[in-house]
């Protein structure tokens, strides 16, 4: 969202901007009661903006930009914006499943997307081991998937249930998160080659049985507040857990000269590329 400041007050230039927003406020007292509220800075020709995240598909929104001056808050119009539809595109690289053009959340295939930590829902704010829904609050232990005791009561689960994968939850049907033996199908089935779409850095992946192709951007990882190795390395959950460390799980990584299967710390946001079941 954007807006632009082109008044002062007494000679002064406002604190700060904000933009209030929400998918079921409609009026501007609905939207201070109720919106959710993201504050920004102020450029020195008067503009701000903000970006939001985590955005439902298919959705009206209502907002309001708002300065400050001293303690009192001006309120511009109210406005509203639709977000994308849920995206049904799937490419047949002539493997076991079918791979969507974009990343989750993503409109454009060089898009990042949605960040979420392993088996988590929602997006949030703050990526770290206290935030993450599965840690039971001790040192190393975790309430849901584990095959090792010494993080806790082993339940023996290594692949997500469906009420944990992000992706059928939201985008349903035979919509998933790729399995670690998926990701590893297209490590196998396809050339790898580092580019840019759009001026983005990533890997056309073209596969070597149809020559169908993804790219897949260097959209990097969250960890607690921070974007970290933007640009330059991409990451990407699977729905397996890796067993040898219960705290981990699987994940494609990449950079500009090499790509393989890793793991990361489950708390950690990651984008999700969906698969679609045949």
């Not at 955005?55 to 400050?68: D, I, P, S």
């Amino acid at each position: 969202l954007k807006g632009s400041l082109s008044f002062e007050i007494d000679g002064t230039q406002p604190q700060s901007a904000c933009f209030l927003y929400g998918d079921s406020a409609s009026t501007l007292e609905e939207l201070v009661a109720s919106g959710q509220n993201v504050s920004t800075d102020l450029a020195e020709d008067g503009s701000f903006e903000v970006s939001l995240r985590a955005l439902n598909y298919n959705t009206n929104y209502c907002f309001v930009a708002c300065v400050k001056f001293g303690e009192v808050e001006y309120y511009g119009e109210v406005k509203s914006f639709r977000t994308a539809d849920l995206p049904s595109d799937a490419v047949d690289m002539g493997l076991s499943v079918k791979w969507a053009a974009a990343n989750f959340g993503a409109v454009n295939p060089e898009d990042y997307g949605y960040y979420y930590a392993w088996g988590e829902t929602e997006t949030k704010d703050d990526y770290r081991q206290r935030t993450y829904k599965w840690y039971d609050g001790t040192l190393t232990a975790y309430s849901k998937y584990n095959t090792d005791p010494d993080y806790g009561p082993a339940d023996n689960k290594t692949e997500l249930d469906s009420v944990d994968d992000v992706i059928q939850q939201i985008m349903g049907g035979k919509w998933r998160m790729p399995s670690v033996s998926q990701w590893k199908e297209l490590l196998e089935n396809c050339t790898w080659t580092w580019t840019q779409t759009n001026g983005i850095n990533g890997y056309l992946v073209t596969s070597k049985k149809n020559d169908a192709s993804i790219f897949l951007p260097a959209a990097g990882y969250r960890e607690a507040d921070e974007w970290k190795d933007v640009a330059s390395y991409g990451c990407y959950w699977s729905s397996s857990l890796f067993t040898d460390f219960s705290d981990y799980a699987w994940l494609m990584y990449f950079k500009a000269d090499d790509f393989f299967m890793n793991h990361k710390n489950r708390f950690l946001g990651l984008p999700i590329r969906p698969v679609l079941r045949y």
